[in-house]
Structures are given as structure tokens and as C-alpha cells.
């Protein structure tokens, strides 16, 4: 089945430690997204990317970083400058369609030790 | 203001109600409109896009009204599985970011 794969489903960070997020998509969507939410907010646009070795910071970007070495894989990695990284963070893909959707991963919960 | 604004709710129904939702957004210039629907911890799903003309899915209707700027979603003969936040999100420039709404919580009541 196609779909878009998210690992771990939770993950703990110690303080000063850089972690990293996977995204996976077998869907062969060109477009991917890395979103964050936090208790009773709406999702919030950390980076996107619309073609392999390209990406743009969305609205939070700080403390945060990404790579986009294959169509497939987009993982996000929070760094230690990232003081508030406890939230939920969602990763979607789409095609470079005005019209099309974004479709979501079953998320990564990060919480801080 | 926010880009896109979603009265937060709670909405609590009972069963068989019908119930509206809408969702105002700021920039005149937005392309793409749609509902999502996130259960509680879960990712948010897909429920329908938006079209100029209104479309209709079932019990979901969805209408879409560009001069006031707003998006609407209509649930008839609400089920108990229809409790959920919805999400009204908007798709704007080039990039085809999207913005989400913060949601509006139903639940639906026995």
C-alpha cells in the first residue's frame, strides 16, 4: 500500500542532543512538508521541499534542519537550539499541484527528558 | 488577524443533528481550500476539497464563498463517529503552502 511512513512514534531528547525525525513516501510525491502542532493549535509549516536537493524554510524553521537526498526521504532533525521541542510533528507529501492535497504521516511525538 | 480563523468550538451535538462549520481566511489570493478531520492524537486525514461551485459527499457538504472569504462545512445526520476536531485549511502562492486553521472540536452525543 502507498503511504507515508513516520518513525519513531514517540521519542524522548535529552537536553544539548540533536535528534532526527524520519519520513518516508512510496507515493511519488515530488512536494514534502514537515509541520509542527502543539496542544489545541493548528499545524505549523517548519520546511518543505519541492524537488530532491532543494528545501525552504517555512514559518519556524529555527532549530530545526533537513536534507532531501532522495525522492522518498525527508527527515527533519531538532536540534539543541531548539528550545521548545516538545509538540507533535507531522510530515506530509504531495504533488506539485495547486489543486492536490497533502497527505500525512502518523506523526512523531517528542517530548523532552 | 489570523490567516485562517475557525470558531474553536467545542460543539457537542447529539446524534441526527445537523451541524456547520465555518472558517474565514485573510489572503484574497488563496487557490486551494479543503476539511480535514483529526481524530484525537492522530494525524489529520483528508476529509474533502473545496470547490468554487460547492460539492457534496455524502452527509458532508462543503461550499465555498471567494467575495466573504470563507469556507464552510456542513454535517447532516451526525454519528457518533463524526467526533472529531475538522481543520479548515487553505492553499496559497506559488510553493502551495498550506494554512491550517487551529480547528473546531464536535462531538457528537449519544
Known amino acids: 500500500d502507498g503511504g507515508i511512513t513516520q518513525s519513531p512514534k514517540y521519542l524522548f531528547r535529552k537536553e544539548g542532543q540533536n535528534v532526527t525525525l524520519s519520513c518516508e513516501q512510496n507515493?511519488?510525491?515530488?512536494?514534502m512538508y514537515w509541520y509542527r502542532q502543539d496542544p489545541g493549535q493548528g499545524l505549523r509549516l517548519i520546511y518543505y521541499?519541492?524537488?530532491?536537493?532543494?528545501?525552504q524554510k517555512g514559518d519556524i524553521a529555527e532549530g530545526y534542519s533537513v536534507s532531501r537526498e532522495k525522492k522518498e526521504s525527508f527527515p527533519l532533525t531538532v536540534t539543541s537550539a531548539q528550545k521548545n521541542p516538545t509538540a507533535f510533528y507531522l510530515c506530509?507529501?504531495?504533488?506539485?499541484?495547486?489543486?492536490?492535497?497533502?497527505?500525512f504521516g502518523d506523526g512523531t511525538r517528542l517530548s523532552i527528558l | 488577524r489570523k490567516e485562517v480563523e475557525q470558531d474553536p468550538g467545542p460543539f457537542n451535538v447529539p446524534e441526527g443533528a445537523t451541524v456547520a462549520f465555518n472558517c474565514t481566511y485573510s489572503?484574497?489570493?488563496?487557490?486551494?481550500f479543503f476539511w480535514y478531520r483529526q481524530d484525537c492524537r492522530k494525524e489529520p486525514k483528508l476529509l474533502m476539497s473545496?470547490?468554487?461551485s460547492g460539492n457534496e459527499d455524502g452527509r458532508f457538504t462543503a461550499q465555498l464563498n471567494r467575495a466573504s472569504q470563507y469556507i464552510s462545512l456542513l454535517i447532516r445526520d451526525s454519528k457518533l463517529s463524526d467526533s472529531a476536531t475538522y481543520l479548515c485549511?487553505?492553499?496559497?502562492?506559488?510553493?502551495?503552502?498550506?494554512?491550517f486553521g487551529s480547528g473546531t472540536q464536535l462531538t457528537v452525543l449519544p
Open positions: 473545496v470547490y468554487s
Open positions: 521541499s519541492q524537488i530532491v536537493n532543494d528545501f
Open positions: 485549511v487553505v492553499a496559497s502562492g506559488s510553493a502551495r503552502q498550506l494554512t
Open positions: 506530509a507529501s504531495s504533488p506539485n499541484d495547486r489543486l492536490q492535497p497533502q497527505h
Open positions: 489572503n484574497s489570493a488563496s487557490q486551494s
Open positions: 507515493l511519488n510525491h515530488d512536494a
